[in-house]
Each structure stands twice: as C-alpha cells, then as structure tokens.
C-alpha cells in the first residue's frame, strides 16, 4: 500500500491519555476530518480509532475509491489511532474509511465523528465544518433563568420531517431555514418556552425516528447543511425558545458503514450478545465499561452543546441502559459482579455524564426518558443519584391517559388514577409527558382516546390538558396534540393543520395556548413544582362526583391558585373549602365558548365563614361538564 498521507498529528500526548482514560470530552476537535494548513500547504487531516486493524486507508472521489491510494499512518503509543494529512482536499469531499481488519475483513466505513454525511440512501461521510457566525449572545447569556428548575418548563416535542411539509409537494422535506421561518412564529405564538427535536443526527432508515443512529456527530442532511440547523436553533433563541435534542446513547444500529463490528472487531458494542444486542430493537449496545467509549459518548453529548448552543438533551431509554435484563429472558442476560441485574458499567457512564455536562455547561438541562422506579435518577450523584436535572413522569402519564379514557359513569372505580401522583410525585424531578410514544402503533391520538361525542371529546382534552399544566411538574406536549390531531402521528407526512379551521380544533388549540400563558405568568404553577410545599389537595376522595381540588403554592403568599376539576357531563353547584377567606377569580375556564366549551361560567365566588374540609371558610363554585377551572384570590 502506497504511503500518500503525510504524518501530522493533532493529538498531544495528554489528549492520547484522557482518551485513554475515558476522560477526554471534546474528541471532536481531534478525530474526524478537519480542513488545516501543514508546512504551508492546504488540505485535510484525518483521524480514526481502529485498534484491530492491520491498516486503514482513506478512499473517496478524489482517489476513485482505491484502498491502496491513500493510507493512514497508525500511532506509535497503541492508543489504536490512524491518522493523517491529505493535501488539496476541501470542504465538500466525500469520502470513507476502507479498514483491512486483522481477521482479514475488508469493510468500508463512514467516520464516526463526520460532521457532515451524504443523504440517504448514500452512506459516505462529508469533509464538512461547523464554523457558524452566532449572535444569540443574549440568550446564552440568560439561560439560566430560562432553564432553571424553579422555572416555567414548557415545552412542544417534535419530528422535523412530519411537523410539516412542503404544500405543492408533499414528499419533499422542508429544511431546517424554513422550518425555521414557520415553526418559531408558531411557538411562539403558542407561547411554549422550549421545543425538543426527535432526534436529528443522521440515520439511515428514516422510519426509525431518527433513533436508529449512524452518525452521532451529524445533523441529518434530509434537511440540509449544519449551518441551517444552526441557524434554526439561533432563531428560536432570538425568540427566548430552549432547544432540546433527543439524544440516544443506549443503542445503534448493525448498518454495514456504521459503528457495528467498525474495525472487524466489537470495538463500541459488547462482544457477547447477552449484552451487546438489544433485542427490542434489534440494534447493538455500547460497551460503557470501555473508557475510549464513554469518551465518545460524552464528547458527543457535548459536541451538541458546544458547538450547536443546545439546551438540554432528553436521554433515550435510559431504563434499556440500567438493567442487564431488560426485554431478556432468564438465561438470556449476565448478572452483574454482584449477582445483580444492574447495569453497573451504564450507571458509572451516567454519572459521568452527568457530572461532567453540569460541570461545563452548567445552564442546560439533562432530561431522563425512565419508565421505572430506579431511585435518584434527578438527584445528584453525589447523594447516590444518577444526576440528572428531570425525569419523564410515565406512571402518570398512563395512569392519567387511562383514566380519561374511562366513561365518566365509570370514572369513580378508578379515582385513583388521578391522585396516585403524588404519593410519588416529590421523590424525583417529574417532567409530564404526552409524547410522540402516545400516538402511534395503533394507541390512537389523544383525541380519539377520549370518551364521548365529539362535543365530550374535546372537552375531555381541554381537562386533561389543564390538569397537566396544573399539576406538579414541568410540562411536554407532542405536536398536533395542541390542536387535537385526530390521526394518529404519521412520520411520513405532515400534520393535519387545515384541521385548525374548524372550531373544535381552532378552541383546543386557543386553550393550549392560554394555559401557556397562565403557566408562564403564575409562580404558583412552577416556583415549588417538584417541592411538596408547592401542591395540597382540597378534595381528592370525592368519587362519586369525580369531583378534584387543590392549591398550587409559589415562595410568596400571595401566589396562591386553586384548581377544580369535574370530570362528569353534569353541571355541579359545589361547595370547597379554602384556606383564606376573600373572594375568589376564575382566571381560566376550560368551558369557556373560545375554546369550544358550552359556556358554563362563574366570574367570582366569594367565601363564606362555613366550616368546610377543615377550612373556617369555604366558596360554592358552579363547576363547569368535563371541565376545570383556576382561580386566584382577589
């Protein structure tokens, strides 16, 4: 094989020994291919980990694909590092690594830390460059408070691809400028504080949802060069709107040009498919208990961070991470050193992760999708936590979805469902999902969950929702749910938005857009939202009527709220107890005529000194069918 590719390095002997260690965090700027000048000449240098190779070339357009064209020198420290400078090579050159395994294997492979790939169904890698001219200086200034846990968390879950799509075409994508130019007007019309992308680094197979990656360092080119996504995330900081990322460590896919068996060997996966193979999924599990893994791992989390100014990143599948056994048989998992069923080596890699995102970007968010009863996964690590800033609330998410999905008749035998929450709801950091998991595979959308006509239906959304936003917690809604999409969520086409001229629709979608408001305005809903000081139930065990009441608390006394439901098509005459004498506003109606409602209303009610619920005085509320109301005192 010739030797084309001069020696220059961008390792320093520190970067080979905190990759080493699995502490180097920003392998970004290192691997992968960076446009550079060396001995005065231009050109690319490239970098790739193989330790199981017996030589690793460079092959492209530029070469005509020949293996033996343009090899990559391997480093003396057996690090397993190939690297190299390429002259003449720039931005825009396609390109992949062929590998010459030492079992004999000839594999071509794309970078794994390309900043760019080809669309699919190409599969090459792209010589490319985040370098971005940002001027969201003022948001990433503030985002403290705008991330802060002790502040309104808002936010609106969404596919890129199926959001929505181009009108006179429907099979061709919007990219992400012009999402951009119709997605921010919206939010922020809607008036949620942050959204969160499925995820958009680049993957294959499109109905995946973006889960299945084979690029963790590339913005999908479906939708166009890194730089537009850049754009798109600073417009929406412009407009004070958070970015979450969907982020996904817990598995890839076994696609020939990704990092399944990248050098011949199980280099990123486990080489024993008790532990190495998801069988969910059908996809391959990173091997945490490698150091140089979790340096990739973390670096990614960070390179989104860093380089694309994200928010916060929502963890995929984190339980498929913690337990050895998850979707296995007996026999079909090893038990840990302990004989246990944890996952030891994922929760370290957590940890870390954790504690080294909060260390360097202390500002963002770190959100866990964990849909069971593993302890501290929002508390710190140093209190045995697992260090993350929220969790996905999903027992009430399915508690509470299958309630509303009862008959009113028959909603006193499963009362509660709806008070359960807070037997556990303080234990963690809960964020209140209705996510995209809610509205496919044949579980309907949220609309069609309900019970009823169609009158029933909508209001039966409308007190779900305001129930949501009341309730402890910070809140995530998945898209089309704000207008009460009635098709369930369809990845290949896009929304069904002309429902919005239709009154129904057009109400629900005014609703959401109030409770945002009500939700950004009153510190009750969100000073104390993952504090049992910041919620007290008046009535929970009123289930004949199916009837429920409780205060929401701020940090100062008078941000008080009280919040009824009554979750039966029957116009009730009610008496509450309350803790302050005084009258009492309605400042939010779920009844209202605006919103579709049938326009059961009641302004004010003003206290009496009757002994009620232990209270010395207490207010008769006229409650509205299938419905909620808020009120504050006046």
């Known amino acids: 094989m010739r030797q084309a590719v001069e020696v220059h390095s961008l390792f320093t002997d520190f970067d080979i020994s905190l990759f080493r260690a699995g502490r180097h965090f920003k392998l970004y700027e290192k691997f992968g291919s960076h446009t550079v000048t060396y001995q005065g000449k231009e050109g690319v240098h490239f970098a790739v980990w193989a330790p199981n190779a017996a030589s690793v070339s460079v092959v492209g357009n530029f070469n005509g694909w020949n293996p033996y064209s343009h090899s990559l020198y391997v480093r003396w420290d057996s690090s397993g590092i190939w690297e190299g400078f390429i002259e003449g090579l720039e931005l825009g050159e396609v390109y992949k690594y062929h590998i010459h395994s030492n079992t004999g294997e000839h594999l ?8 760019v790939n080809e669309q699919p169904p190409h599969t090459a890698s792209i ?23 002790d502040r309104p968390f808002s936010v609106y879950e969404m596919h890129i691809g199926s959001w929505s799509r181009d009108p006179s075409n429907p099979e061709r994508f919007l990219n992400y400028r012009e999402v951009a130019d119709k997605l921010v007007p919206y939010l922020t019309e809607m008036a949620f504080t942050h959204v969160e992308f499925m995820p958009i680094m680049e993957h294959p197979f499109y109905p995946s949802w973006g889960y299945q990656i084979t690029g963790y360092f ?86 989104w961070l860093d380089r694309y100014h994200i928010d916060g990143l929502r963890v995929d599948a984190v339980a498929s991470m913690l337990y050895l056994d998850y979707s296995r048989e007996e026999g079909q998992w090893i038990p840990n050193e302990y004989g246990g069923r944890e996952n030891l080596e994922a929760v370290h890699f957590l940890k870390e992760l954790n504690e080294a995102v909060y260390a360097h970007f202390p500002d963002v968010q770190t959100i866990a999708e964990e849909s069971t009863s593993w302890p501290g996964v929002s508390r710190p690590t140093f209190e045995n936590g697992l260090g993350f800033g929220m969790k996905w609330m999903m027992g009430w998410m399915h508690d509470t979805l299958n309630y509303f999905k009862e008959d009113p008749i028959n909603r006193r035998y499963h009362h509660d469902k709806m008070t359960f929450g807070t037997v556990y709801g303080f234990h963690e ?156 506003e309605v400042i939010l109606n779920s009844d209202d005529t605006s919103y579709y409602g049938s326009g059961v209303s009641q302004q004010t009610a003003h206290s009496q000194e009757i002994d009620w619920m232990g209270y010395a005085a207490s207010i008769t509320l006229k409650l509205p069918p299938l419905g909620g109301l808020v009120l504050k005192q006046v």
């Open 127 to 149: 010589v490319g460059t985040t370098w971005f001219q940002w001027s969201d200086e003022a948001w990433m200034r503030e985002r403290q408070q705008h991330n802060a846990l």
């Open 429 to 584: 950091n809960f964020m209140l999902p209705l996510s995209h998991d809610e509205v496919v595979h044949g579980k309907q959308s949220l609309i069609y969950k309900m019970p009823g006509d169609e009158w029933q239906k909508f209001a039966n959304l409308r007190a779900l929702y305001l129930y949501m936003y009341t309730f402890v917690g910070t809140k995530l809604l998945f898209m089309g749910g704000e207008f009460g999409q009635t098709a369930e969520w369809n990845v290949n086409q896009s929304l069904d938005w002309h429902l919005t001229q239709f009154e129904p629709h057009r109400g629900i979608q005014q609703f959401v857009k109030d409770l945002n408001l009500l939700y950004r305005a009153e510190p009750a809903l969100y000073e104390r939202g993952f504090s049992p000081e910041g919620f007290q139930w008046i009535e929970f065990g009123d289930k004949e009527n199916s009837v429920f009441a409780y205060l929401r608390r701020g940090n100062t006394v008078s941000d008080l709220l009280l919040v009824v439901l009554n979750l039966t098509p029957l116009v009730r005459d009610y008496r509450l107890g309350v803790p302050a004498a005084g009258s009492w």
């Open 218 to 303: 590339a913005a999908s080119s479906r939708y166009g060069s890194p730089q537009d996504l850049m754009c798109l995330i600073e417009s929406l900081h412009k407009n004070n709107i958070g970015v979450i990322l969907d982020w996904v460590p817990s598995h890839f896919p076994g696609d020939a040009h990704g990092l399944y068996k990248f050098d011949g060997s199980h280099l990123f996966e486990h080489e024993d498919p008790r532990k190495g193979f998801h069988p969910d999924w059908k996809s391959y599990i990173f091997n945490y208990g490698r150091n140089e893994v979790r340096s990739f791992l973390i670096s990614n989390a960070f390179f």
């Open 108 to 115: 071509e492979k794309a970078d794994p830390f390309a900043l």
